[in-house]
């Protein structure tokens, strides 16, 4: 059966870099867990040798054709960057590996 | 002490399609930051990828021209992690079906040819491009986005750990280069970094299993990554033979300044990529007949252009390899030979000689050559004919090169035409004889060097133009029957 | 009878005669909204401006008559999840509370292209994960039946704005019920098309493989006119489905001999006696028109809402990941780094959408992937299989849309196995790519109940044939909502 820790979700949220405040941690580990333990089901399934699907339709695949459209106005593009300079979006340093 | 290293790639092609691989943005190099780019490439919320048929083309042609099995069927899936360049927060690769498998290339390796592996390839989409700076004085240092290079299409190959050597590996990249080069899939500019390569290392004492390997990235010309390899091997052989070899895989980056590797991060630390299969796109059914076409269309390759060569003109072995690793070179030598009906390896000769010299002192290829194979063709004929001489075919090649003037102008215009007829060159001869009365009592009193001396004063006055066995026949006929007239015979 | 009382076709025909132009009408419903959703928020956004430039160049095409057809001058509201292009799009979440699209969804193409009018944005729970505008960074859409009851989500302010008038017609969007639920517990008719017959190109993903738009209205005609508008092949949509010829009206006539099969798990213990009831009613109706009851067994469904789990959040997890601050949104002060800053910036996301990331999250991870995700992916293919072997047996299904009709807010809040109860109704016709069309079969204790059709993949008309119908055979038509009067149906 599955089920997480506060500190395993916690490590989650570290992972999916998504801030989540201790009240959070409180609200959704518990909820978490009560989903968790509502798939577990799913391992009664008969499904064994079963094909699995990924895609929502039956449509094949549709290719391009290799044609050069027109690209966006460079200010469109920026105009919901939060922070913009030189025409490049602008974050805080990359810290490097 | 005696260690063995094993090596494998994983080189990035930036495939040449003109729009990206999943929108039509261009893909041209080095435009206005963020000025090629539209929803999809910048990853907006409800934007979808729509898969560029030309991409997956050229995806098959290279796994053909790499002997890989083409798959029937292929996928996508999504690499997550998060990097600002990253616009969607995972990238569109392929995991669990890729296009090709099983390959494998002939690489022609200084210790002689080898057949080395190709794990597999696949398409995947590039991520932007960043820039960092880092902190000054009265700032704490930031870093800029350009998307422009998101979204183009890249192929990336994994060839097998059968590499032993950082001169093995540069080949190796060498060999595939070229190789797709001529399949017209890639500009190949390792500069602009259109291909681009991260290796695998090991070390191991022969005979025991595979040491931890280490990746390294960042090798972005031939000489880093053999500099790159070559010092890790070492590093690693230090290690081993000190007892204490590498316990954790680990990933390294070049730093072409300090010359030598740095570490990254363990890979054991390295994120959990959650692969899953891409729902946005519908598996990509490849269908056999179209991969059969393609396959037909393929160019010849460097490798059965050399065993054709070998065949075919009965080459050496070191002149058919040259001449068919360089596309244009091949391309040349073979419209020489429609023009001409000597031997190919006369070709061949020139080629590699005098012309390549020619072309190595300019630094251009023989794409950028002035004359065309038929000029070269008709040099040599002129030679085979015995119309000029081979030291003045260097000549006209010289001025064919400079100006592209076919050589027959050359010849005409400068009047390098051989004299072949042995009244004309009896009659200058002659001439040297009469003037000549020292050197010919010389020879007369057994100095044979004299004959050069005659030789040497015929070619001066005819400006080289003489046939020289001619000249040698006719000039010891003529001193011969000299030294009857004087023993008073007739 | 008031305008807001009109049907598309009655809209249409006064249209036509002049007797009220686009721009009047436009104005008629604009100060309905402003007069209505201070009660009810189901509008984030009232794109008042625009509206009276899209109705005045609907005016105009309807003077020349030129590429005028049956939505020109009709008023829409959209679903905040959906792209356009100058119009703020916040999925209701703060962190794109100023996000302006650079372009629009192809449903909006559509519809700007026939001159229908875009009245505003409608409200949702965050970026549509939820079932109550609970999670909506906009606050609670009440129900417009009784505002002590939830109105359903997660495209509930399209669902409300529709049942109260303010506007005729509204796209949502469905990825496990979204727009049937909301549709059922409002008292209105909502359809989510076989998967690929809409572009999804410009909605906001949740779950892209579950993900489909689609139409509410105040009839089956309504929802019927809207999908043939947004409906078709879409070459900026991978999964869109080859073009299919459009109908030019909904197939009347007798539907002696149709079968129609009732899931037995669809009619279990956890339904609500009053709600059984009046489906059942419906199927007497149909019956007594001819179709032919199948009562049937679809074993798969009982793991319809795990495997629904297990790939919405797996799929919501990654499709989330882009809002990281960089490009677009509102980013955090904090963090001095990059990945503070994004992690910061994330931090602003509801606890809803929260934790369906973290499971997401953890069920792509190596501790869950092979044994929960693939399984899943598997259950989905038996699904599939499950549902075409009963479409053999019979042409349509029918069940009810929820098992109850709206909760009180507070029990919403308490009870999520109730919520889970809800959606196992629906995210079948999600999970299999069917269309499924829901529409009102009455009222239980002053809150209306929908009732639930599904059909194989592409029969969207014979949803519409069923579902009008009934409407018509029982001449019934629902009153707008205002909010707190009793509801009931009247008769046409």
Redesign the interface.
């Known amino acids: 059966m599955l089920s997480l820790s506060a500190q395993q979700v916690k490590d989650l949220a570290a992972q999916a870099l998504l801030g989540v405040t201790e009240e959070e941690i409180g609200v959704l580990s518990p909820a978490i867990n009560q989903t968790l333990q509502s798939i577990e089901e799913i391992r009664k399934a008969p499904v064994s040798e079963g094909e699995p699907t990924v895609n929502g339709g039956e449509g094949g695949e549709r290719l391009r054709a290799d044609q050069v459209c027109l690209s966006c106005p460079q200010e469109a593009v920026l105009s919901n960057a939060p922070k913009q300079f030189d025409a490049c979006f602008q974050t805080p340093l990359v810290l490097e590996e | 002490m005696n260690y063995e290293t094993v090596i494998g790639l994983e080189v990035h092609v930036q495939l040449k399609t003109k729009s990206k691989l999943w929108c039509g943005c261009a893909t041209t190099f080095g435009a206005a930051p963020n000025s090629q780019v539209c929803p999809v490439c910048l990853g907006l919320p409800g934007s979808l990828p729509v898969l560029n048929q030309k991409a997956v083309e050229l995806g098959v042609r290279t796994g053909l021209a790499l002997n890989c099995t083409i798959a029937v069927c292929c996928r996508f899936d999504r690499k997550q992690y998060f990097y600002p360049d990253l616009p969607k927060g995972y990238q569109i690769t392929q995991f669990h079906q890729p296009l090709g498998r099983g390959g494998w290339v002939e690489v022609p390796f200084a210790a002689g040819q080898r057949r080395v592996g190709i794990t597999e390839i696949h398409l995947e989409e590039e991520a932007g491009r960043t820039a960092h700076f880092p902190p000054e004085a009265d700032n704490p240092g930031y870093s800029l986005v350009d998307y422009n290079r998101s979204g183009l299409p890249l192929l990336e190959i994994v060839t097998a750990p059968e590499l032993r050597s950082p001169e093995e590996a540069r080949t190796m990249l060498e060999t595939l280069k070229v190789l797709l080069e001529e399949l017209e899939v890639t500009d190949g500019k390792m500069e602009e970094g259109s291909l681009r390569c991260d290796a695998n290392l090991s070390v191991h004492r022969p005979g025991e299993p595979l040491g931890k390997r280490v990746e390294l990235k960042n090798l972005n010309s031939f000489r880093a990554m053999e500099a790159a390899l070559a010092f890790e091997a070492g590093r690693q052989g230090v290690l081993l033979t000190n007892g204490a070899p590498l316990d954790r895989e680990e990933a390294r980056t070049w730093n072409e300044a300090k010359r030598k590797t740095v570490f990254m991060r363990f890979k054991e630390q390295a994120t959990d990529y959650r692969y899953f299969p891409e729902p946005d796109l519908p598996p990509v059914s490849i269908d056999g007949q179209w991969v059969e076409r393609l396959a037909a269309g393929l160019p010849e390759l460097p490798e059965a252009r050399r065993g054709r060569y070998l065949r075919e003109f009965r080459l050496p072995a070191d002149d058919a390899l040259l001449l068919s690793k360089n596309k244009a070179a091949a391309v040349f030598f073979e419209a020489v030979l429609g023009f001409y009906n000597g031997e190919a390896k006369t070709v061949s000769n020139w080629m590699l000689g005098d012309v390549t010299r020619l072309l190595k002192e300019e630094k251009i290829g023989f794409t950028d050559l002035k004359f065309g194979p038929e000029d070269l063709a008709a040099l040599l004929s002129f030679l085979d004919r015995n119309e000029i001489s081979g030291k003045i075919a260097k000549i006209v090649l010289a001025e064919m090169f400079q100006t592209g003037t076919p050589p027959a102008a050359i010849i005409h215009a400068r009047g390098l035409f051989q004299i072949n007829d042995p009244q004309a060159i009896k009659a200058l001869v002659l001439e040297t004889l009469a003037a000549n009365g020292e050197a010919v009592r010389a020879y007369k009193s057994g100095k044979e060097k004299a004959v050069a001396f005659l030789v040497g004063d015929v070619m001066r006055k005819s400006k080289g133009r003489v046939n020289p066995e001619l000249l040698d026949r006719i000039l010891k006929f003529e001193l011969a029957v000299d030294e009857i007239k004087d023993i008073g015979l007739d | 009878m008031e305008i807001a009382e009109l049907n598309v076709a009655a809209l249409r025909k006064m249209l036509d005669r002049r007797e009220i132009s686009a721009v009047e009408l436009t104005n008629y419903y604009l100060d309905r909204i402003a007069q209505l959703d201070p009660d009810f928020r189901a509008f984030i956004t009232v794109s008042r401006e625009q509206a009276l430039r899209m109705a005045s160049a609907a005016d105009q095409k309807l003077a020349t008559g030129e590429g005028a057809t049956a939505l020109t001058g009709i008023p829409v509201a959209v679903k905040d999840n ?2 356009t292009n100058g119009i703020r ?1 916040t ?1 209701a979440s703060r962190l ?1 509370a ?6 629009d ?1 192809t449903v909006v193409a559509k519809l700007k292209q026939v001159g229908a009018v875009l009245l505003g944005k409608t409200n949702l729970d965050e970026f549509a994960m939820g079932s109550s505008t609970k999670e909506s960074a906009y606050g609670l859409t009440p129900n417009p039946w009784d505002r002590r009851h939830v109105s359903g989500g997660s495209s509930s302010g399209s669902a409300v704005a529709v049942a109260t008038g303010m506007v005729p017609l509204a796209l949502g969007s469905d990825t496990g019920g979204s727009i049937r639920q909301p549709a059922a517990f409002c008292g209105v008719w909502g359809l989510k098309p ?3 017959r809409v572009s ?6 949740y ?6 738009i689609g139409p509410i209205g105040r009839s089956t005609e309504d929802i019927f006119l809207l999908d043939r508008c947004i409906a078709g092949y879409d ?8 073009e299919q010829a459009a109908a030019a009206g909904i197939v009347t006539g007798s539907l002696r001999g149709l079968k129609v099969g009732l899931p037995r798990e669809l009619f279990g213990d956890s339904l609500a006696m009053g709600v059984k009831e009046r489906v059942m009613a419906v199927a007497r109706e149909l019956a007594a028109a001819g179709c032919i009851l199948t009562e049937l067994s679809l074993p ?1 469904l ?2 319809a ?3 629904y ?2 790939l919405a ?3 919501a ?2 499709s ?13 002060c904090s ?15 509801g ?1 809803e959408v ?2 369906r ?3 997401g ?2 069920f ?6 092979d ?12 699904m ?1 299989a499950d549902f075409a072997a009963a479409f053999t047996e019979c042409d349509l299904l029918l069940s009810p849309t929820t098992a109850t009709p709206a909760f009180t807010i507070d029990e919403e809040a308490l009870d ?1 196995r109730a919520l ?1 109860l809800t959606e196992c109704y629906t995210v079948a016709a ?1 999970l299999t ?1 069917i269309p499924a069309l829901t529409f009102p079969c009455g009222f239980l204790n002053h809150l209306p109940v929908g009732a639930q059709l599904m059909a194989p ?1 592409g029969a969207e008309q014979r949803l519409f044939q069923v579902a009008s119908h009934w409407e018509a055979a029982t001449k019934r038509q629902t009153r707008c909502a205002q909010g707190d009067q009793k509801g009931a149906f009247y008769e046409l």
């Open positions: 959906i792209c799009t999925c794109l100023d996000f302006t699209p650079i372009f969804a076989t998967y690929g999804r190109y410009g909605l906001v993903p779950a892209p493989s579950l993900d489909q070459p900026l949509d991978p999964t869109s489905l080859p798969s009982q793991y809402l795990p495997t789990y297990l959040y797996a799929e997890s990654s989330m990941a882009r809002y990281d601050g960089v490009r677009h949104g509102k980013r955090a963090g001095s780094d990059v990945t503070g800053m994004m992690t910061a910036t994330r931090q602003e996301l606890t929260k934790r990331i973290l499971l999250t953890y792509l991870g190596k501790d869950c992937y044994d929960y995700y693939v399984r899943a992916q598997q259950v989905r293919t038996w599939k999520e889970a999600n790519g993949a």
